[in-house]
């Protein structure tokens, strides 16, 4: 019995995706009617159904979405539907921290004003950009060093986009916000490795990677200020 390239899983001969983690086994064909494409990037498609269906898609059957992902076409698309998945979770937030739930993480602006939370709000589409643009050139350096059949860094932006859908779980407080923060990491992988046509093991390298060395360096920084405020302490007595 075959096993697949991208997680090893035993499948059935003659299969055209893996039952296990949903990667394509063999070539297939494009849809008859021309090139795939994403319900949102469909010109036929109306707003918001497209807008739901790429979302439904892209959060709860990504192997197929990414798959189909056209790799080339413009990013003006994907970048639209990021924004506005990234305004509705800075709304969510916006919503909790005004009623004064103390649920979510404290904002980047600070809790004491209570003009903060609608600040950031205002400022969220300037935030998003920014991260788009820091972790697409991440995610892509590390693309050139770990995939092989690699394409281009708009590919990776592309991916990056669509595997934002998950933050719009920030509507339900506590679980919410880090449940859809991991269901996007999640999304993030097996759309590399559609997009980019690598194996499970290198797109979670990918993926992992800058995330490990963030929270490396998070643990390092706290541990310098705790032996600073220790030795301070120790100055003072």
């Known amino acids: 019995m075959p ?18 983690c949903g990667s394509r086994l063999t070539s297939t064909p494009p849809a008859a009617g021309g090139t795939e494409t994403t319900p949102w990037e469909d010109p036929d498609a109306a707003f918001p159904v497209n807008l739901i269906q790429t979302w439904r898609q892209s959060v709860f ?31 969510f937030v916006l919503i909790w921290r005004s009623v004064g739930s103390s649920v979510l993480p404290v904002g980047l602006l600070g809790w004491n004003d209570p003009l903060m ?16 643009a820091i972790g697409s050139l991440v ?19 592309r991916v990056f986009c669509y ?10 407080p506590v679980l919410g916000p880090p449940v859809g ?4 990491v999640v999304l ?20 992992l990677t800058p995330l490990i ?7 390092f920084l706290a541990t310098l200020l705790v032996m600073l405020g220790l030795t301070g302490e120790v100055l003072d007595w």
């Open 188 to 207: 993030m992988v097996i759309g590399v490795r559609e997009a980019h046509e690598t194996t499970s093991g290198r797109a979670a390298a990918i993926v």
């Open 117 to 132: 939370p609608l600040i950031e709000f205002f400022l969220e589409p300037f935030l998003a950009m920014i991260g788009l």
């Open 61 to 91: 059957a990504p192997a197929a979405f990414f798959r189909r992902m056209p790799v080339e076409a413009p990013l003006a698309r994907p970048l639209l539907y990021y924004l506005i998945i990234s305004v509705l979770t800075a709304f």
């Open 181 to 184: 923060f991991v269901w996007s």
């Open 163 to 172: 595997s934002w859908g998950p933050g719009v779980f920030a509507l339900f």
């Open 3 to 20: 096993a697949c390239p991208h997680c090893g899983f035993q499948v059935r001969a003659g299969g055209a995706e893996c039952p296990l």
């Open 139 to 157: 995610l892509h350096l590390l693309v050139l060093l770990f995939a092989d059949r690699r394409k281009g860094i708009g590919t990776t932006a």
């Open 213 to 219: 060395a963030l929270f490396l360096l998070l643990v």
